[in-house]
Each structure stands twice: as structure tokens, then as C-alpha cells.
């Protein structure tokens, strides 16, 4: 009874403002030399999330060409939602990779799923 309260409530805080986003996940193949190599892309979707700023996570990088910034997203997703680390995905015109996954569990099962995710350069 508990676990489908804090469903629906993780729910109703994505209906607040959704988005419906395609993931783009990178597909990988052993190259037979203990490595992998890229073979193409698979979208995983539509899911409906919500996406919000993190207002305090600006990340700036340095490189030869000069300084960068990096806005970091917050994405609240249902308890369901097929997302893993470096997937892809593109919001407001800016593609994001999730850099982090955190599946919110009560008594051993999983009732939502928050990540962060930055824009990709």
C-alpha cells in the first residue's frame, strides 16, 4: 500500500510539468581485443519525466579554446523508466547525458527515479 502511495505521488510530480523525451543510448560490441567498440544507437522511448535547472550546479571547464560552462538538469522520471549513465537525451534545444542515476527505494523496491544530467559541448 505504501509503495503505490509514493508511486503516485512520484507521478503527480512529473504531471506537474511533463516533458516527453526519446533516450538515446549508445550500443556497444567486444572489438575481440578486451575492448568494445560503438556500433550505433538505440532510442529508448517516449518517456514522460520532468526536467528541472539545479540552479547551484553551473560546472566550468577549461580548455585550450577558453573557459565553459555546463548547466546541470535534474530529471524526475517514474519508478519504471529504462535510464542508465551516458544515455542521451535532447531538451530545450540542448542535448544532455545523464551523469547520474538514483533509484528512491522503500522496503526493497524501487518507487522513483531521479538523475542528473549536463549539457553535452
Known amino acids: 500500500m505504501v509503495i503505490e502511495t509514493l508511486r ?3 507521478l503527480q510530480l512529473i504531471e506537474e ?3 516527453e523525451v526519446m533516450i538515446l543510448r549508445t550500443t556497444k560490441d567486444e572489438d575481440g581485443a578486451g575492448g568494445f567498440i560503438e556500433t550505433g544507437e538505440t532510442k529508448i522511448g517516449p518517456i514522460k519525466v520532468r526536467i528541472t535547472p539545479i540552479t547551484r550546479a553551473i560546472r566550468n571547464t577549461y580548455s585550450e579554446a577558453g573557459e565553459t560552462t555546463k548547466e546541470q538538469w535534474q530529471i524526475f522520471a517514474p519508478y519504471d523508466a529504462d535510464i542508465r549513465q551516458k544515455d542521451r537525451l535532447e531538451y530545450e534545444d540542448k542535448e544532455l547525458e545523464i551523469i547520474r542515476v538514483t533509484k ?6 524501487v518507487y522513483a527515479i531521479q538523475c542528473e544530467a549536463e549539457e553535452v559541448s
Open 104 to 109: 528512491r527505494w522503500y522496503r526493497g523496491e
Open 8 to 10: 503516485k505521488s512520484h
Open 17 to 19: 510539468v511533463p516533458t
